[in-house]
């Protein structure tokens, strides 16, 4: 079986490495869940109030502050990696099989 020779295609494409914003969002949120933790039952507060109670309301508070951290922190990053991007020149490489259909 014979393959006709073709050129090989070139191509030049942007490399960066951009950061994923879920990881980033859920880290500042489990890292506010910390410290509402740390602030409700660590500190002494006020005996009318349950710390369970107290920790629910930080808790909230906290881990949207973290949620929004996180993302700021994903958004600086992304726009360091633009700066940092390099440009690279790609070939495509014929196959040297013919695709039969899905293979199980």
């Known amino acids: 079986m014979a393959f006709e020779q ?10 960066r490495r951009a950061p994923k914003y ?13 410290a509402a933790a740390v602030v409700a039952y660590a500190a ?6 349950d710390p369970g109670a107290v920790f ?9 502050v ?5 993302a700021a922190l ?4 992304d726009r360091r990696s633009v700066r940092r991007q390099e440009r690279a020149v790609v070939e495509a490489v ?3 099989e013919t695709d039969t ?4």
């Open 74 to 77: 994903a958004l600086v990053l």
């Open 94 to 96: 014929p196959d040297s």
């Open 56 to 64: 629910g309301f930080f808790l909230i508070m906290f881990a949207a």
């Open 6 to 15: 073709t050129p090989a295609e070139r191509r030049e494409v942007t490399v």
């Open 22 to 34: 879920v990881p980033f969002l859920i880290a500042g949120a489990l890292a506010g869940i910390v």
């Open 66 to 70: 973290g949620a929004i951290l996180g």
């Open 101 to 104: 259909g899905p293979q199980d």
């Open 44 to 49: 002494p507060g006020d005996s009318t109030f």
